[in-house]
């Protein structure tokens, strides 16, 4: 069965970095992509951006441009999501979610979800 | 970028009744293919989404029957014909039809 495994709780510092991954299983990582989805507390859902593990293209919500980078490493069938210059409204919990190879197949997705991971951007 | 509204974004209903949300967004969400990518998310507390909808109305294995996702262009809802307590929660609709993609604002469904 599908499943997305995500890296635990973080706090960070206003200013720092974080990283955060995601560990596909449960299919063949390179035929999807992954799009990253934030949710700050009590909020609704806010996508990020989205990265192919079939060819590394990427798209990004103007509001992260410059901001993030998102990778994928295939022989750990992980993706990563890199979040700088945190701020305190950068608090939330991410997901990653198993979405579209690349621009022109699978528009239906996303489907699968990963549990999510807390940052919490505090002095 | 295209605006996904719902409404109501609160739905108290009783137990056995039908429920609706609407979904409304800012431009048409018909591809270049015909066909229009309009998901549907439930999120229970403390959980990740779960998706219970895709293409409008398409629903996803193991959701049940009294789900339901209508729609065309940019008026889309999804009813439950019979509300059950373990529907509670929060439901997101979510366009892929464009980049970037985006979501509704949520509407939380709770018991009566």
């Known amino acids: 069965q599908v499943q997305l495994v995500q890296s635990g709780a973080e706090g960070k510092k206003p200013g720092a970095s974080v990283k955060v991954s995601c560990k596909a299983s449960?299919?063949?990582?390179?035929?999807?992509?992954f799009s990253w989805v934030r949710q700050a507390p009590g909020q609704g859902l806010e996508w990020m951006g989205w990265?192919?593990?079939?060819?590394?293209?990427?798209n990004f919500a103007q509001k992260f441009q410059g901001r993030v980078t998102m990778t994928t490493e295939k022989s750990t069938s992980t993706a990563y999501m890199e979040l700088r210059s945190l701020r305190s409204d950068d608090t939330a919990v991410y997901f990653c979610?198993?979405?579209?190879?690349?621009?022109?197949?699978?528009?239906?997705?996303?489907?699968?979800w990963g549990q999510g991971t807390l940052v919490t951007v505090s002095s | 970028d295209v605006v996904m509204t719902q409404s109501p974004l609160s739905l108290p209903v009783t137990l056995g009744q039908p429920a609706a949300i609407s979904c409304r967004s800012s431009?048409?969400?018909?591809?270049?293919?015909?066909?229009?990518?309009l998901n549907w998310f439930h999120q229970r507390p403390g959980q990740s989404p779960r998706r219970l909808i895709y293409?409008?109305?398409n629903r996803d294995s193991g959701v049940p029957d009294r789900f339901s996702g209508s729609g065309s262009g940019t008026d889309f809802t999804l009813k439950i014909s019979r509300v059950e307590a373990e529907d509670v929660g929060v439901y997101f609709c979510?366009?892929?039809?464009?980049?970037?993609?985006?979501f509704g604002q949520g509407t939380k469904l709770e018991i009566k």
């Open positions: 979510m366009q892929g039809t464009h980049w970037p993609r985006s």
């Open positions: 431009r048409s969400l018909v591809y270049i293919d015909g066909n229009i990518y």
């Open positions: 449960g299919y063949t990582f390179s035929d999807y992509g």
């Open positions: 990265i192919s593990a079939y060819n590394g293209h990427t």
């Open positions: 979610a198993r979405d579209r190879p690349d621009a022109l197949r699978f528009l239906e997705l996303p489907d699968y």
């Open positions: 293409k409008v109305f």
